[in-house]
């Protein structure tokens, strides 16, 4: 499984970004699938998830309401809309798959910055 995140950059505050994840190696039947992004001198912290299937969406509450997490699965690929950017957004950017029943995060890409200015 490969995961190629892109779409980071530097937005002012206020601003909007969507973020690109194209996954290949596999079909993702039944895989979630998921953005997680790690601010300067923090731990990685979860942002959003959705279900390839049903494409049901789960958001961290820091972000509820100013994300997006969608998916194209003719396209393989997930995408994250941020709206309302804030410099506290500013993270690296990480797309993430987990196999069905599994209980961690199995597969992740390399991340892709996102530098928010005030």
């Known amino acids: 499984v490969q995961l190629q995140a892109s779409g980071g950059g530097l937005v002012q505050a206020g601003g909007s970004l969507r973020l690109s994840c194209a996954a290949s190696?596999?079909?993702?039947?039944?895989?979630?699938m998921g953005w997680f992004r790690q601010a300067p001198g923090k731990e990685r912290e979860f942002v959003a998830s959705?279900?390839?299937?049903?494409?049901?969406?789960n958001y961290a509450d820091s972000v509820k309401g100013r994300c997006t997490i969608s998916r194209d699965r003719a396209e393989n690929t997930v995408y994250l809309q941020i709206d309302f950017l804030n410099p506290e957004d500013t993270a690296v950017y990480y797309c993430?798959?987990?196999?069905?029943?599994?209980?961690?995060?199995?597969?992740w890409g390399q991340g892709t910055l996102v530098t928010v200015s005030s």
């Open positions: 993430a798959s987990r196999r069905p029943m599994s209980n961690s995060w199995n597969f």
């Open positions: 190696g596999r079909t993702f039947t039944n895989w979630l």
């Open positions: 959705i279900t390839w299937n049903l494409g049901t969406t």
